[in-house]
């Protein structure tokens, strides 16, 4: 039995289909002006991510309950992947621009602004979870907005790491 979709419920899928659209633009775009490797490899897992968020949205619009235990070992294999390759990279370069305060100033910009971006995403997809009523369906959204999270999890430490997030 297909699933039913509320006009409501319709409307917020078609604004968080907009939404993962333009993050898989602007992750693919600012993958291709950044000029540090490490951040590079970031958008580039972060643009696979959100195509299938994407995807799974999509699905959901079409009246399929997602099932969330298909194909998550492979996100969660590219997560940690994308996640070991921080580690790697990102120590080295990080402790030296920390040390010289310096960093390249528009790879800043495009990291501060794929971190508000996914800030605000995952804003969206908290709302969204509270107004459906098929439990997969909020299953499938609160994952979404876990891996949202990641991503300025991934962001905010890349930043931090090469002096471009100062906590003071």
Known sequence: MPLQLSQ???MFLQDLKQHEQLCIQKYNKYANETQCPQLKQIFQTHATHEQQHFSTV???LSGQVPNMNQGQGKQGQAQQQGQAMQMQSGQPSG???QASGTFNQNDADLAKD???TEKYISGTYDTSIFEFQDKGVRQALNHIQKEEQEHGEDL??????HGMYNIQ
């Open 8 to 10: 409501k419920e319709r």
């Open 58 to 60: 999509n699905q959901i």
């Open 95 to 97: 402790m030296l621009s």
């Open 114 to 116: 794929m971190l508000a």
């Open 156 to 161: 905010f430490n890349y930043m931090k790491s």
